[in-house]
């Protein structure tokens, strides 16, 4: 598609649940990037993929959470055990190619963990 | 340590004026410079960009202008319309495919009167 498609919109879950999180990119793009928006007005890099290869996951917590893109289907984000401090609202980017290209975003998963 | 900062938190102006929304940044490694505009519930939207091989790149009603040597970039918006009013991300990232994660400030609230 045009747009970067991610489901659900919100995603309510209790303490200790599992959460996944997806993203269709853009139609022909072959990066993709999660980031997380934990404070109103801030954004923490987590993994970024080309194709169905990590290109970088620096930002990625160690535990409990993975990600995925595997061909012919919407990537994913996975958090296990979820906790308290997960609560953010979640977007994927996608990009045509790097450097020197624009990433496009999604409007955002927003997790509630209570 | 913040890399990309946006010290003005809020912008207010008068609609058919010049809006300047300025950002700083530490990191010389950054390669290319993006604005996102940022509705609320949204994800960020992409404006314009810059690579540091210009200091100026124009679209229409906003202008991006890079000083590479102060490590300062400015988006303008002329002339300002209501419907500008969100908050705008400055971002950056590095020159080569491995660094490409984006790397944001906080964000600057902008207002425009009518």
């Known amino acids: 598609g045009e747009e970067v498609a991610q489901t659900p919109k919100h995603l309510v879950r209790g303490e200790g649940q599992k959460a996944k999180l997806y993203c269709a990119p853009i139609?022909?793009?072959?990066?993709v990037f999660w980031y997380q928006q934990v404070l109103k007005n801030e954004f923490k890099f987590l993994i970024s993929?080309?194709?169905?290869?990590?290109?970088?996951e620096t930002g990625m917590p160690k535990e409990r959470f993975s990600a995925k893109c595997l061909p012919n289907s919407p990537c994913s984000l996975e958090i296990q055990a979820t906790k308290l401090e997960d609560s953010a609202v979640y977007f994927c980017a996608s990009s045509h190619e790097l450097p020197n290209q624009p990433q496009h975003f999604g409007d955002g998963t927003r997790l509630s963990i209570l | 340590d913040q890399q990309v900062k946006q010290n003005s938190p809020s912008l207010s102006v008068q609609e058919g004026r010049i809006s300047i929304l300025n950002c700083d940044y530490t990191n010389s490694m950054f390669d290319y410079f993006l604005w996102y505009k940022k509705y609320p519930a949204e994800g960020p939207t992409f404006l314009i960009s810059i690579s540091s091989i210009k200091d100026k790149n124009e679209d229409g009603r906003f202008t991006v202008f890079l000083n590479k040597s102060a490590k300062h970039l400015s988006l303008h918006i002329v002339p300002s319309q209501p419907g500008d009013s969100a908050v705008y991300f400055c971002a950056a990232s590095g020159a080569s495919g491995a660094n490409s994660k984006l790397t944001f400030g906080k964000g600057i609230t902008l207002s425009v009167r009518p």
């Open positions: 993929f080309q194709n169905e290869n990590v290109f970088d």
């Open positions: 139609k022909g793009h072959s990066y």
